[in-house]
């Protein structure tokens, strides 16, 4: 997951809200770009100030630690993010005043990788793509031949 953007030292937080008919409220929070250890400290941070209003702080302390849990699971065990990284977080979550439970809905994180990395590929990846690539060429060729072919022969039929 990397995308190449400008890095802005701005705080970014974002909310989003919609009412669905069942009563619980949806809400969509970003961090803005940060070191991937500062996440959780971050998301808690922007959760109870975007939803400070709408939910009971205590619920946020709570349920935002349980999806923090959640979500270092995701970055550090499945997708093997260094603490240094620049990621960007955005989640969705889900309020439900009768039960005061925030829920985790669909997360997206977006990890920034520095341009040595994106620019210092082996010499042997980059052999082989260039192999693949003509190759690639050369079928293409072959197959604007057999259209052109198969348009003439339709075309005279």
Avoid: W
């Avoid at 991937?36 to 630690?65: E, F, H, M, Q, T």
């Avoid at 979500?71 to 620049?86: A, G, R, S, T």
């Amino acid at each position: 997951m990397a995308n190449n953007n400008k890095v802005n030292d701005e705080t970014q937080t974002n909310e989003t809200s919609t009412v669905p008919i069942q009563g619980k409220t949806t809400y969509q929070l970003s961090t803005g770009l940060i070191i991937a250890a500062g996440y959780a400290n971050k998301l808690r941070r922007v959760a109870l100030v975007s939803l400070g209003n709408s939910v009971p702080k205590d619920v946020i302390i709570r349920d935002i630690s349980e999806i923090n849990k959640k979500l270092f699971d995701e970055l550090i065990i499945k997708n093997k993010i260094d603490k240094l990284d620049v990621i960007r977080l955005t989640v969705k979550l889900v309020y439900d005043p009768e039960n005061k439970k925030l829920e985790l809905g669909e997360y997206k994180i977006i990890r920034y990788l520095p341009e040595e990395k994106c620019t210092n590929v082996p010499q042997e990846d980059l052999l082989r793509l260039k192999e693949e690539n003509e190759k690639l060429k050369g079928e293409m060729s072959t197959l604007k031949e057999k259209l052109k072919e198969l348009e003439q022969m339709l075309s005279s039929a």
